[in-house]
């Protein structure tokens, strides 16, 4: 019997930057390995929003992107706090991660409203935080991926970091050893790489978490074929892990 | 990025230092006291002089009667760069150019120091420069190029420059610094969008796609488009902008190394010795700018004028050349065209064992896939070489931007390099196996070059990938010196 799983694909024509379409890839695939239909649903603006919503997944932009995006993103606002509430699971990367916070200021002084589904607010910088980054998550392990964000964001008390970083100059701020935020199921981080294929612990949580809201339960169905397949990704995601640990900032 | 200018208006004459005479043979010395002692590589010795003589540069250039064509953008820079040079000198001028690799502003002092007399004199008509964007804005503020040849902004490297919007200023200061002619890419709207900022006197012509061609170029905007909108609505051509400037050059059809092409409202066949539709279409960009060239030497008066920057001796033979230059018909231009051969890892094509193989340089998302569009797998085996130092960007993000699903049928025979498991991932997530993965690039180009004898291949490669197999591939094969100009 057919089970399918409704994945939306926030603004890939404005926000879809340093292949951050390889985690709507990764969760389709898996998802389908898994025995589940996925339904690829990209939404830019003024789209009508799917009749399901099961994980949403947004990417960076740049400040262009966001200046594109943002009154489709307000319109949405109330649709998106109600399913973030409800537990929906959502991956939003740089660009859209700023946005789903307070507020965004950007180096000239200008300030764009985020639609505070994450406590956290940025500001510009003129300095890029740039390079191969390792963060280590209780819930994730070792998240391992390539950063690449000149806003600086600062959580707000209380708020979770997805992980930690180990040096000044890296993560959410540069400042804090935070990096990334949790609220709900909802993630939020700056982790491009793109993030999912090399971190399945993060796709499987997504997974699990859009799987059991709408079915009550997570109950994978692989055929042997796929079962085998899934395990030779994940063999290969780890040497690509391991590869990737190894490199220069 | 710091300059390296000195600051001062490039118009004003250039200030000679006391020592500038000496400068050629500092230079001269340099290179080769480095290329004894095997130190400081290629560019040191115009570190060198950039730190004691700034104007160098400058001055240099400022002897050619024609000046620069400067030539930019993300995709194909090096073979345009090289066709424009071969096609300017096969049709009589002297033509400096700066050689594969080294395209940022030491590298062209350089090379210059390899052309000058002791004197400091150059013994050319143009110069072909090909510069990478951040550079081309520091060459501009020392030298303005009478001609600017603006390829496309795509995503590439994104960790050097930032954004692709910050590229595309990047570009907009190259267009308000150059004083004759822009030549812009019509089908790409971050470069088109710039002949509103050259200034008033500069003239803007344009090179084309045909409707029927436009799907094989997707812009920047389109790519982000139809990677992540595969699934959503499969096969569906990338939408672009309404046009209504028409083209001096436009590329209309494509065929196995032929092309065809309107230019000036007529239309023409060529021959071409690349391969590629997006080669094609860079042929369509030099052609243009040899075209812009030309159209200013159409009148005696601006050759004559332009001959008064040589000493008396040199005016006439320059005069002539540019003449002969001048009257050369479109026939002609294609004639020089079809003349061009293929760059350094741009469908270079080497004997291995028998087998034809093909050297792919791949850099980022649009390049690489243009480049599995251009290059049917049937009938290949494929190896795909993917770096990460500095010089191939660091961050992987941008695998995840190509579509490798033409791969699917016939497999990958192997991945290899630094990142090797990462491209391994990437051929995972779209269902294309992959026979061997070994990271030691030697190893899996000697294992991959002994299979299947006779059999064509087809290797993908990041710059510094492509290094260290051209490398190799030159021990055990006859592999050809695939520098830009001569």
Redesign the interface.
Same mark, same amino acid.
């Given at each position: 019997m057919a089970r399918p799983i409704d994945i939306v #694909?926030l603004y &890939?024509? %404005?926000m879809? *930057? +340093?292949?951050?379409?390889?985690n709507? /890839?990764?969760i389709?695939?898996r998802l389908a390995l898994y025995g589940y239909e996925p339904r690829?649903?990209?939404v830019n603006q003024r789209d009508p929003w799917p009749d399901h919503a099961d994980v949403i997944l947004g990417g960076g932009g740049? %400040?262009?992107g966001q200046k594109k995006i943002i009154d489709d993103l307000y319109a949405r606002a109330d649709t998106l706090r109600a399913l973030a509430d409800d537990g929906t699971p959502m991956l939003m990367i740089c660009g859209l991660y700023q946005l789903f916070g307070d507020y965004f200021e950007t180096v000239d002084g200008a300030r764009l409203e985020g639609i505070s589904i994450i406590g956290a607010h940025t500001v510009g910088r003129d300095v890029?935080m $740039?390079?191969?980054l390792v963060e280590h998550s209780d819930d994730f392990g070792d998240v391992i991926g +390539?950063e690449?964000h #000149?806003g600086q964001t600062f959580l707000d008390a209380g708020v979770r970091p997805l992980g930690t970083v180990a040096h000044d100059g890296m993560g959410n701020n540069g400042e804090d050893h935070t990096e990334g935020a949790r609220v709900h199921n909802v993630i939020g981080t700056y982790m491009?790489? #793109?993030l999912l &294929?090399?971190n399945p612990a993060i796709s499987d949580f997504l997974i699990r978490a859009a799987v059991e809201r709408r079915y009550g339960g997570f109950r994978p169905e692989s055929a042997p074929a796929q079962g085998e397949e899934l395990a @030779? $990704?994940d063999r290969?995601?780890g040497? =690509?892990r391991?590869?990737?640990r190894l @490199? &220069?900032? | 990025m710091t300059t390296t200018a000195t600051g001062a208006a490039p118009n004003t004459p250039p200030r000679r230092p006391w020592c500038a005479f000496a400068t050629p043979l500092l230079g001269k010395t340099v290179r080769w006291a480095s290329r004894v002692t095997h130190h400081g590589g290629s560019a040191f010795p115009g570190k060198v002089v950039e730190r004691v003589d700034p104007t160098f540069l400058r001055r240099t250039l400022a002897q050619l009667p024609l000046g620069v064509v400067l030539v930019s953008g993300t995709n194909g820079k090096t073979t345009t760069t090289r066709m424009v040079a071969m096609m300017l000198e096969s049709l009589g001028l002297r033509v400096f150019t700066n050689p594969t690799g080294s395209n940022f502003t030491r590298g062209v002092v350089s090379a210059l120091l390899n052309e000058v007399t002791m004197g400091g004199r150059i013994d050319a008509d143009i110069a072909v420069l090909e510069l990478d964007e951040a550079y081309a804005v520091q060459f501009v503020a020392q030298v303005r190029p009478q001609y600017a040849l603006l390829l496309n902004v795509m995503?590439d490297q994104? !960790?050097r420059f930032?954004? *692709?919007?910050n590229t595309a200023r990047l570009l907009a200061r190259v267009a308000e610094a150059t004083t004759r002619a822009v030549v812009l890419n019509r089908e790409d709207p971050r470069i088109a969008a710039l002949a509103g900022l050259a200034p008033v006197d500069t003239r803007a012509s344009y090179f084309g796609l045909s409707r029927a061609l436009r799907r094989y170029f997707p812009t920047d %905007?389109d790519m982000?488009?139809t990677?992540? /909108?595969t699934?959503?609505a499969p096969g569906e051509p990338p939408t672009t902008t309404a046009h209504v400037t028409p083209a001096d050059v436009m590329l209309t059809a494509v065929g196995d190394h032929r092309a065809q092409m309107v230019i000036d409202g007529q239309e023409y066949e060529s021959e071409v010795k690349l391969e590629g539709v997006y080669n094609l279409y860079n042929a369509a960009a030099a052609l243009a700018a040899v075209r812009a060239v030309q159209q200013d030497l159409r009148s005696p008066d601006m050759i004559a004028k332009a001959a008064l920057t040589l000493p008396q001796p040199r005016r006439d033979g320059f005069v002539m050349r540019a003449q002969r230059f001048a009257g050369a018909d479109t026939a002609q231009l294609l004639d020089a065209l079809a003349q061009v051969t293929p760059a350094f890892g741009r469908g270079e094509v080497i004997d291995v064992h028998g087998s034809p193989t093909e050297l792919l340089l791949v850099k980022n &998302?649009m390049g690489f896939r243009l480049a599995l569009a251009s290059f049917p797998p049937d009938d290949a085996d494929t190896m795909i070489c993917i770096n !990460?130092e500095y010089a191939d960007g660091?961050?992987? #993000?941008?695998?995840? !931007?190509v579509d490798f699903t033409s791969l699917k049928a016939g497999g990958v025979d192997t991945v290899s390099g630094?990142?090797?498991? %990462?491209m391994?991932?990437?051929l =995972?997530?779209?269902?294309v196996e992959v026979g061997v993965?070994e990271?030691d690039l030697e190893q899996a180009v000697a294992a991959f070059t002994a299979r299947n004898p006779g059999r064509r291949k087809h290797i993908y490669c990041t710059y510094t990938a492509m290094l260290a197999v051209r490398a190799y591939l030159a021990k055990i094969a006859d592999v050809a010196d695939a520098g830009v100009g001569k």
């Open positions: #694909s &890939p024509k %404005d879809n *930057i +340093y292949g951050d379409s390889g709507v /890839l990764t389709e695939r690829v649903h990209a740049q %400040d262009t890029r $740039i390079g191969n +390539y690449n #000149s491009h790489g #793109s &294929p090399k @030779r $990704i290969v995601a040497r =690509a391991e590869a990737a @490199r &220069p900032r | 995503r994104l !960790d930032g954004e *692709i919007d %905007d982000a488009t990677v992540a /909108l699934a959503a &998302p !990460d660091r961050d992987m #993000s941008w695998l995840w !931007d630094v990142r090797a498991w %990462d391994a991932l990437r =995972a997530y779209d269902d993965v990271t």
